[in-house]
Every structure is written in C-alpha cells, then in structure tokens.
C-alpha cells in the first residue's frame, strides 16, 4: 500500500489513526513467547474485535470520503475507484466495502455495535442483507433482534436467522414475504445457470458452474454418497492418508459420471450418450497401447480396461485391419443379486488395509472380462482407486493368506 503524503493530522479520527499506527510500531518486533495461554487467547479475542472496530473506521471515513467526492480531483470516476487505485485493493473489494459504509452510515444501531467491536464486518454484511429485503415497518425491529443474535451465532449462522427474522416479528406477512423472496432468488438463479468446461491438452479439463440452490443440493448428495461413507477403521497405516475433501469430492464427480446410467439420458440420432472407447485387441489383451473415446480423447490401456470392466461406456475392440471384432458385451456388468452376494460375503474392498464399503466398490473381475472372465458372484470388489490399480500395468496384484489383495509396485 502506497502511503499517502499529508500534513500533521488535525481531526480526532486522523490522530486517533495516526496514533493507533505509532502503537503498533512499538509492538512490531515484539517477541510472543513470554505470553500466558490465558493472556493469549484473550488477546486473541480482544484483535479480532480491534479489527473490527478498525475496519468500522475505515468505512465511516469511506463514505466520507464518498460524499465530499474525493478522488475527483484527480479524474477517478468513482471513490470506490480511487481508493482502490491509491491502496491497491482489488476494485471488487473497495466496492464492496463501499456498498457496507453506506448502509452502515444510514444504520445507527449497527453501526455503533460494529464500532464497539461487538458485530464483526462479516456478521454486520449479514444483517445489513437480511435487513433490506423486509417489509420498511420491520427494518428497524429486525436489525436490534440480529444485532442481539451477533453475540451468540458466526455470520453463516445468523444468515439462517435473518431469513428467518420476520417469522418473529410478524407470522403472517413471513410467509407471503418468504414466497416472493424465494420465487426471486429461482428466477435469478435459472437465469445465473452455466457451465464452462476448458481442455488444457494436457489431459485434464477445467470448469466452472453455477447452479440453482435446490439442485447443487441434489449433486452435492450424491457427491457425498461417494466421497464420505461410514469408515470403517483402516487396519493397515501404509494405505497413506484420506484424500483431502476437495479431491475426494473431484473423484466422486467421476465415479458419479461413469455410473450414472447412460440409458436414462436422451438419445440423439437414435444413439445414447454412451461414450465408445476404441482399442486395439492387443490394448484389451493386457497391451500398452493407448485407446481412444469417440469424443477424440486419448486415454492409457489401464484406464480403457477398466471402464471397459466397470463403467457405463461401450468397448469397441478393433482387430488388426481396424475392423471391429466386438462391440460391448452381454452381461459385462455384475447384476443386482450378483452384488448383494459379493457385499455379503465380501463386506467391502478387498485390498489389504481398506474400509470402503460395499455399495461404494466396483465389480472386478479375477479372470479380466477382457480376456472373456465370466461375469458372477465369484467377482472381487474393489473401491474405485483399488479397481485402478487392478488394471494399472506399474501394480501387481496378489492374493493374500487371509483372502484380501495387496498391491506392489513393479521395479
């Protein structure tokens, strides 16, 4: 941040800063380590207010600054514009807070209690949120009501009861209130509704997206039923750590793409949106050679044999003069009873050391289907990064004594 040249302050809130500055200079260099437990954590609790009632002052002369039109002197189209420019905050972020200092400036009430350090920023955004969207007559009532619950509940809690507010103050307007408000927020949000996808060539694709509420609820559901089941208490520490959450949440994407059954999506041109991965003999026989989905996408022989053995994808399997020799095959997918059977004498993935259950493994088969393995309840199930290293060419696989699988890699 560029310091701003100016004569010795004379306002009460230009020495008070000044002041506050020259304090934390003498306490810059200071060493924390004599520091009691108990003094720390209410120190700790005594910044964040500070915090507060610091960034309350920033907004005050903010919108000062906003009304006395600083910044147009030198051309800034805007104060928000201008502060972001001479201190070297994003524009989103001036802006942002601009918008905060002008609702602070018209709400004594939770001005004051931010000022007093008693509703930090981020709970007074809330509340100033909650606020605007009732009814006038209620304003006023509700922002004291949140104000209260600020002592007791973080922003995202008291979000919940801002939306809630008027169920207090006023039943039955709530409910007429709550209905409009949610009719806007659909409407807004199916009109908000996207999804881009990138391909950075090298074999991974970027995306974002924006959903409706009610149906990220529904994907972040079925996301969950993959990525957090009930653990049971791994037996074997050299299985490594749990993925952190937002990979575990990516590998559930994919297991969610690859089961989800292609025959409930719509057909174009008479066909399904099956995705046909194409493959040598020799790659579908144990080879190494590369294979291709009908999308123009390269994949390794590993992963082909795989979603061949699992996946809701057809295997086109091409003889020497790329002829097609077969194309899916009946029964390539363990049946209902088939795995109720598995479950129950299996109990889950059958590597040595892992606790995944049952209902999330895939069907693997000893004798690979690729090399025309039966498909029955002599099945092994494997969790989906066991099923991997299944068909991974840098793993072996080998029985062990007590009949669950270890996996080395080849040297």
Same mark, same amino acid.
């Given at each position: 941040?560029?310091?701003?040249?100016?004569?010795?302050?004379?306002?009460?809130?230009?020495?008070?800063?000044?002041?506050?500055?020259?304090?934390?200079?003498?306490?810059?260099?200071?060493?924390?380590? +004599?520091?009691?437990?108990?003094? *720390?954590?209410? *120190? $700790?609790?005594?910044?964040?207010?500070?915090?507060?009632?610091?960034?309350?002052? !920033?907004?005050?002369?903010?919108?000062?600054?906003? =009304? #006395? &039109?600083?910044?147009? +002197?030198?051309?800034?189209?805007?104060?928000?514009?201008?502060?972001?420019?001479?201190?070297?905050?994003?524009?989103?972020?001036?802006?942002?807070?601009?918008?905060?200092?002008?609702?602070?400036?018209?709400?004594?009430?939770?001005?004051?209690?931010?000022?007093?350090?008693?509703? $930090?920023?981020?709970?007074?955004?809330?509340?100033?949120?909650?606020?605007?969207?009732?009814?006038?007559?209620?304003?006023?009532?509700?922002?004291?009501?949140?104000?209260?619950?600020?002592?007791?509940?973080?922003?995202?809690?008291?979000?919940?009861? &801002?939306?809630?507010?008027?169920?207090?103050?006023?039943?039955?307007?709530?409910?007429?209130? !709550?209905?409009?408000?949610?009719?806007?927020?659909?409407?807004?949000?199916?009109?908000?509704?996207? $999804?881009?996808? *990138?391909?950075?060539?090298?074999?991974?694709?970027?995306?974002?997206? =924006?959903?409706?509420?009610?149906?990220?609820?529904?994907?972040?559901?079925?996301?969950?039923?993959?990525?957090?089941?009930?653990?049971?208490?791994?037996?074997?520490?050299?299985?490594?750590?749990?993925?952190?959450?937002?990979?575990?949440?990516?590998?559930?994407?994919? !297991?969610?793409?690859?089961?989800?059954?292609?025959?409930?999506?719509?057909?174009?041109?008479?066909?399904?949106?099956?995705? #046909?991965?194409?493959?040598?003999?020799?790659?579908?026989?144990?080879?190494?050679?590369?294979?291709?989905?009908?999308?123009?996408?390269?994949? =390794?022989?590993? @992963?082909?044999?795989?979603?061949?053995?699992?996946?809701?994808?057809?295997?086109?399997?091409?003889?020497?003069?790329? @002829?097609?020799?077969? $194309?899916?095959?009946?029964?390539?997918?363990?049946?209902?009873?088939?795995?109720?059977?598995?479950?129950?004498?299996?109990?889950?993935?059958?590597?040595?050391?892992?606790?995944?259950?049952?209902?999330?493994?895939?069907?693997?088969?000893?004798?690979?289907? +690729?090399?025309?393995?039966?498909?029955?309840?002599?099945?092994?199930?494997?969790?989906?990064?066991?099923?991997?290293?299944?068909?991974?060419?840098?793993?072996?696989?080998?029985? @062990?004594?007590?009949?669950?699988?270890?996996?080395?890699?080849?040297?």
């Amino acid at each position: 941040m560029t310091a701003m040249v100016q004569q010795p302050p004379s306002h009460q809130v230009s020495r008070a800063v000044a002041a506050v500055h020259s304090q934390f200079d003498e306490v810059s260099d200071s060493s924390l380590w +004599s520091m009691s437990a108990e003094e *720390t954590a209410a *120190t $700790l609790a005594e910044a964040t207010r500070m915090v507060a009632r610091a960034q309350e002052i !920033e907004m005050r002369v903010a919108e000062h600054a906003r =009304t #006395v &039109g600083v910044g147009e +002197s030198v051309g800034a189209t805007s104060t928000s514009n201008f502060w972001a420019h001479a201190t070297h905050q994003t524009r989103t972020a001036a802006h942002g807070k601009m918008r905060l200092a002008v609702a602070l400036a018209a709400r004594l009430a939770l001005r004051t209690a931010v000022a007093a350090g008693d509703v $930090l920023v981020d709970q007074a955004r809330v509340i100033v949120d909650a606020v605007e969207v009732l009814p006038a007559e209620h304003r006023d009532e509700a922002e004291a009501m949140l104000i209260k619950f600020a002592a007791e509940h973080d922003a995202q809690a008291l979000k919940v009861l &801002g939306r809630r507010i008027l169920d207090f103050l006023d039943p039955e307007a709530a409910e007429a209130h !709550e209905a409009k408000q949610l009719e806007d927020e659909e409407r807004d949000a199916a009109r908000s509704t996207k $999804l881009t996808m *990138t391909d950075d060539g090298h074999g991974k694709v970027h995306g974002r997206f =924006t959903l409706p509420s009610a149906q990220a609820a529904m994907l972040k559901k079925a996301l969950l039923a993959f990525a957090a089941p009930k653990h049971r208490a791994a037996v074997d520490a050299s299985v490594g750590e749990r993925r952190p959450s937002a990979e575990r949440r990516g590998q559930a994407f994919c !297991e969610l793409i690859e089961r989800y059954p292609t025959k409930l999506l719509p057909k174009a041109g008479g066909v399904s949106a099956t995705v #046909v991965v194409t493959m040598d003999i020799s790659t579908l026989m144990g080879g190494l050679k590369a294979a291709s989905l009908d999308t123009g996408e390269r994949i =390794t022989a590993g @992963q082909a044999r795989r979603l061949a053995c699992e996946a809701g994808i057809i295997p086109a399997v091409l003889g020497g003069k790329s @002829q097609v020799l077969d $194309l899916g095959r009946k029964r390539r997918f363990h049946s209902e009873s088939q795995r109720i059977a598995m479950a129950i004498e299996q109990g889950g993935c059958n590597a040595e050391g892992c606790d995944w259950p049952p209902g999330l493994c895939h069907g693997h088969h000893p004798i690979p289907w +690729s090399q025309d393995g039966e498909t029955n309840k002599d099945g092994m199930l494997l969790c989906p990064h066991h099923h991997a290293r299944a068909h991974d060419p840098k793993f072996t696989m080998t029985k @062990q004594a007590g009949g669950k699988v270890a996996f080395t890699r080849r040297t």
